[in-house]
C-alpha cells in the first residue's frame, strides 16, 4: 500500500511560538492531501483539503491565518500552526488520496505549554 | 446531531467472543462507508469497506443499510489483537474524497 510520513511525530512548544508539521506521500503523487485533529477521545476532524498548486480549502471554524497550509509539491504538504495556544495542543494527522482511498500520516502529537 | 453517530463504549469481551458494533449516518447522501481502526495514539488504518450487499474479510463482517442509515461491524471469535478503537467513516461530500468519522468505539478484549 501507499504511504505517508509525517514530521516530527512528536513536539513540544511554548505558547506563542509557531509549528510546522510536514506530511509527505513517500511512493505515489498526491493532488490532494488533508489535514485532520484529533482531541483526546474525540473523531478526528477535518481541517482542510490542501489541493497542490492552489490554496488550501479550510473547514468551517477553522482559522486558515492560523492554520497555514503549503501544498508546494505532489509529495509535500505541510501544516504550520501560528502563534500557538495551549488549547491547539492535539494530535495532528495529515492523508494523502491514492487511487481512491484515503493514507493516512502516522500523525504528530503537539504539545504546547 | 452528529453526522456519524457511535457507541463510544468500552466493550469488555473475552477472547473468542462475537461483538457487534453499530453506527449510524446523518446526510442521506452519503455515497461510501469505511470501518477504521485505531490503535492508541496511533493514525487510523483501514479495515474493511462497507457495501450494500454486505461484506466479510475473514472474522470481520461489515453491513450497510441505507433506508435507516446504519452501518455495523461483527467480529467473530475475537482475539486479544483485536483490542482497538474502531471509527465508523463516512464519505459524505459527493466526491472530493473528504471523510467524516464518528467518534469511534473502543473494543478490550481480555483473556
Known amino acids: 500500500g501507499a504511504v505517508v510520513s509525517q514530521h516530527p511525530s512528536r513536539v513540544i512548544c511554548k505558547s506563542g511560538t509557531s509549528v510546522k508539521i510536514e506530511c509527505r506521500s513517500l511512493?505515489?503523487?498526491?493532488?490532494?492531501m488533508f489535514w485532520y485533529r484529533q482531541f483526546p477521545k474525540q473523531s478526528l476532524m477535518l481541517m482542510a483539503t490542501s489541493n497542490e498548486g492552489s490554496k488550501a480549502t479550510y473547514e468551517q471554524g477553522v482559522e486558515k491565518d492560523k492554520f497555514l497550509i503549503n501544498h508546494a509539491s505532489l509529495t509535500l504538504s505541510t501544516l504550520t500552526v501560528t502563534s500557538a495556544h495551549p488549547e491547539d495542543s492535539s494530535f495532528y494527522i495529515c492523508?494523502?488520496?491514492?487511487?481512491?482511498?484515503?493514507?493516512f500520516g502516522p500523525g504528530t502529537r503537539l504539545t504546547v505549554t | 446531531r452528529k453526522e456519524v453517530e457511535q457507541d463510544p463504549g468500552p466493550f469488555n469481551v473475552p477472547e473468542g467472543a462475537t461483538v457487534a458494533f453499530n453506527c449510524t449516518y446523518s446526510?442521506?447522501?452519503?455515497?461510501?462507508f469505511f470501518w477504521y481502526r485505531q490503535d492508541c495514539r496511533k493514525e487510523p488504518k483501514l479495515l474493511m469497506s462497507v457495501y450494500s450487499s454486505g461484506n466479510e474479510d475473514g472474522r470481520f463482517t461489515a453491513q450497510l443499510n441505507r433506508a435507516s442509515q446504519y452501518i455495523s461491524l461483527l467480529i467473530r471469535d475475537s482475539k486479544l489483537s483485536d483490542s482497538a478503537t474502531y471509527l465508523c467513516v463516512v464519505n459524505s461530500r459527493g466526491g472530493g474524497n473528504k471523510l467524516t468519522f464518528g467518534t469511534g468505539t473502543q473494543l478490550k478484549v481480555e483473556l
Open positions: 492523508s494523502a488520496s491514492w487511487d481512491n482511498e484515503q493514507y
Open positions: 511512493d505515489f503523487q498526491a493532488t490532494t
Open positions: 446526510n442521506s447522501a452519503s455515497q461510501s
